[in-house]
C-alpha cells in the first residue's frame, strides 16, 4: 500500500517533487485554476502559507485544466500569473489531471483517502483541498467553497 511520502509530483520543467520531504510537516493540496471565480483564493492560500510556513506548514498547488477549461496555460504562463497576480510563493506543480484515467497519483491517492459526499472521489471543481497531518494522514477534504482562510483552525490544530 503507498503512503503519502512515496508520491512523487511533476514540477515545471519536467523536476520531480519528492514528497519524503514533506515528513513532519502539515501540508494543504489544493487543485488550482487561474480562470476561475475560486481563483481569489491564491490570496488566501498564500497568506497561509506565509502565516505558517515557520511553524511547518507547506502549500501545494497543482493546476488542473479539466472544469470548464480554466487553466488552459502552460506550465511557465501559470506560475506567472500565480506569482504576478497573488504573489503566490508555494510551489506550483506542472498541470495535471485530477480525475480520470490520466489523474495525478497524488488525487488519486488523496480521493481515496478522504472521500467526498456521499463516499464519491471524484473531484467536483477547481480549488478542491485537502489537509494532510505530520504523519501523512489525509484529515480533512474541504470543498472549493471552503475560504483558505476558514482552514486556519484545523492547520493549528494539527501543527
Same mark, same amino acid.
Given at each position: 500500500?503507498?503512503?503519502?511520502?512515496?508520491?512523487?509530483? $511533476?514540477?515545471?520543467?519536467?523536476?520531480?517533487?519528492?514528497?519524503?520531504?514533506?515528513?513532519?510537516?502539515?501540508?494543504l493540496?489544493?487543485?488550482?485554476a487561474?480562470k476561475?471565480?475560486?481563483?481569489?483564493?491564491?490570496?488566501g492560500?498564500?497568506?497561509?502559507?506565509?502565516q505558517?510556513e515557520?511553524r511547518?506548514?507547506?502549500?501545494?498547488?497543482?493546476?488542473?485544466?479539466?472544469f470548464a477549461?480554466?487553466?488552459?496555460?502552460?506550465?511557465?504562463?501559470?506560475?506567472?500569473?500565480?506569482?504576478?497576480?497573488?504573489?503566490?510563493?508555494f510551489?506550483?506543480?506542472?498541470?495535471?489531471?485530477v480525475n480520470? $484515467?490520466?489523474?495525478?497519483?497524488?488525487?488519486?491517492? +488523496?480521493?481515496?483517502?478522504?472521500?467526498?459526499?456521499?463516499g464519491? $472521489?471524484?473531484?467536483?471543481?477547481?480549488?478542491t483541498?485537502?489537509?494532510?497531518?505530520?504523519?501523512?494522514?489525509?484529515?480533512?477534504?474541504?470543498?472549493?467553497?471552503t475560504?483558505?482562510?476558514?482552514?486556519a483552525?484545523?492547520? $493549528?490544530?494539527? +501543527?
Amino acid at each position: 500500500m503507498v503512503n503519502f511520502y512515496d508520491l512523487k509530483a $511533476e514540477m515545471p520543467q519536467g523536476k520531480t517533487y519528492d514528497f519524503q520531504q514533506l515528513k513532519g510537516k502539515v501540508v494543504l493540496i489544493v487543485n488550482t485554476a487561474s480562470k476561475c471565480g475560486f481563483t481569489p483564493q491564491f490570496e488566501g492560500l498564500e497568506k497561509l502559507f506565509k502565516q505558517y510556513e515557520s511553524r511547518g506548514l507547506v502549500i501545494l498547488g497543482f493546476p488542473c485544466n479539466q472544469f470548464a477549461s480554466q487553466d488552459p496555460g502552460n506550465d511557465s504562463d501559470i506560475g506567472s500569473f500565480c506569482v504576478k497576480n497573488y504573489g503566490v510563493s508555494f510551489p506550483i506543480m506542472a498541470k495535471s489531471d485530477v480525475n480520470g $484515467e490520466h489523474a495525478n497519483e497524488t488525487f488519486k491517492f +488523496l480521493k481515496h483517502a478522504k472521500p467526498g459526499l456521499l463516499g464519491t $472521489e471524484a473531484i467536483k471543481w477547481n480549488f478542491t483541498k485537502f489537509l494532510v497531518d505530520k504523519q501523512g494522514n489525509v484529515a480533512h477534504r474541504y470543498s472549493p467553497t471552503t475560504k483558505p482562510e476558514s482552514i486556519a483552525q484545523d492547520i $493549528e490544530k494539527l +501543527l
